[in-house]
């Protein structure tokens, strides 16, 4: 099967020759319309300047004045004046004309070639905090490639740049980023990429995964303590992520993709990551779960085991924690620490809590008749004081005077309940 190769100007030779005869039909079609007008003592040879234009944009200056001469030379020597008398032109006027298409060709060529550069400029920064953006960290990194030159990327995540926006301001949040961008240029010799929202990264060249480690633990560092802006002092969470070329990936996807992974991987707000092979086969094995995850529960899919909780005083058994279990269909039973975080991002983890309680207060009745006493703890997500529906529930079997919520136990980490003391309390 053949295939068009593409031509200096990035296209393919098919569409390479159309433009080429469009420009040509439109020069005879122009050439035509002037002489069944009357001939070029009219100011229908404006027509001319379409194809040549037209040029300019397509095929730049080269083009631009190869379509001003042929449409110069179709206007010149050979068309009258005027048809009717035959009158024929004076050489120093055609020739004059065809110094204009030419003119014009050149002048349309550099402003559209001005236009382009600009346009290619804008799609490189990254409009909101004037750094060069995701767009141009793969042409740099394409570049590095084809020089089978060795190289580090390391990427960063400001964990809590969303709650200084929110709770300071959005202004705020961006000059707190662009100042982690300077800490970070103060401490690599690299040109520091803004890739989205919350992320950065830096190419370090000529750099080993222990180089870059060494280099990034540094910035961590100097991240630590909080910096002053303006009467506000803003401390950073920063987590971050390495891949290298040619030892951990092949091309600028790749590497962007890995450099992703390795921050995704990271559980902690602060560190730094390695990117390793395990953390791909995680991400695949997430990927996968997450369609089977959106119907586990109308499948009834999800189970609770009761661990026993001992207590101090040496006496029975008194206590447990329900513990939830997926039992998957093909993968068989799954632990919460594989999903749970796959129902916080996907936004079912609230779902999942309601049918924890409404199966653990079950449990509980049904102990209660057969003359049993016994707590049950259970864990909720931090994520689920952000859904009304979860608080919703909690508000119900508060006030629902027929529940005895006295054996229930709800566990919260520290964490979790500084976030939200108003809700706690």
Request: glycine residues 6%; negative net charge.
């Amino acid at each position: 099967m053949q295939t068009s190769l593409p031509n200096r100007n990035g296209d393919s030779n098919t569409w390479y020759i159309l433009k080429v005869s469009l420009v040509l039909i439109l020069i005879f079609t122009a050439t035509c319309f002037v002489y069944c007008t009357g001939g070029v003592h009219h100011s229908f040879t404006h027509f001319m300047y379409i194809p040549i234009i037209l040029s300019a944009y397509y095929f730049q200056i080269k083009g631009a004045v190869v379509a001003a001469l042929l449409g110069g030379f179709a206007l010149g020597p050979f068309m009258p004046q005027q048809v009717s008398s035959g009158l024929m032109q004076h050489p120093a006027s055609w020739i004059f004309r065809i110094a204009i298409f030419v003119m014009i060709g050149i002048i349309c060529s550099l402003l559209f070639k001005h236009i382009k550069k600009v346009e290619m400029e804008r799609s490189y920064i990254n409009i909101i905090t004037g750094f060069p953006n995701i767009n141009k960290l793969k042409v740099d990194l394409d570049e590095l490639i084809d020089k089978k030159v060795e190289f580090s990327l390391i990427g960063f995540d400001v964990v809590n740049i969303n709650s200084i926006k929110q709770n300071i301001s959005y202004e705020m949040g961006i000059r707190s980023l662009k100042k982690a961008f300077e800490i970070l240029s103060e401490s690599v010799n690299s040109t520091i990429y803004s890739i989205d929202a919350n992320r950065f990264a830096a190419v370090l060249l000529d750099s080993s995964v222990e180089n870059a480690q060494t280099l990034g633990e540094h910035f961590l560092s100097k991240t630590i303590e909080p910096f002053l802006i303006d009467q506000f002092r803003i401390g950073l969470l920063i987590k971050g992520g390495i891949v290298n070329f040619p030892l951990q990936a092949e091309d600028s996807d790749e590497m962007i993709k890995k450099m992703g992974l390795a921050l995704d991987h990271a559980t902690e707000e602060i560190g730094l990551y390695v990117y390793d092979d395990i953390m791909e086969q995680q991400s695949k094995s997430k990927t996968e779960l997450v369609p089977h995850l959106l119907y586990a529960i109308q499948n009834e899919e999800f189970s609770l085991v009761y661990q026993p909780k001992g207590n101090l005083n040496g006496d029975n058994t008194i206590s447990v924690e329900a513990l939830l279990r997926w039992n998957h269909p093909t993968r068989g039973q799954i632990s919460p620490g594989e999903f749970i975080n796959i129902a916080e991002e996907i936004g079912i983890i609230g779902e999942i809590t309601k049918w924890v309680i409404k199966n653990v207060i079950d449990q509980e009745e049904k102990w209660k008749k057969a003359g049993m006493s016994i707590k049950i703890a259970l864990n909720i997500s931090p994520k689920d004081f952000d859904n009304q529906s979860v608080m919703d529930l909690f508000t119900e079997l508060i006030e629902n005077e027929e529940r005895d919520l006295s054996l229930l136990e709800i566990e919260l980490t520290e964490r979790c309940i500084l976030k939200n003391q108003e809700i706690v309390i």
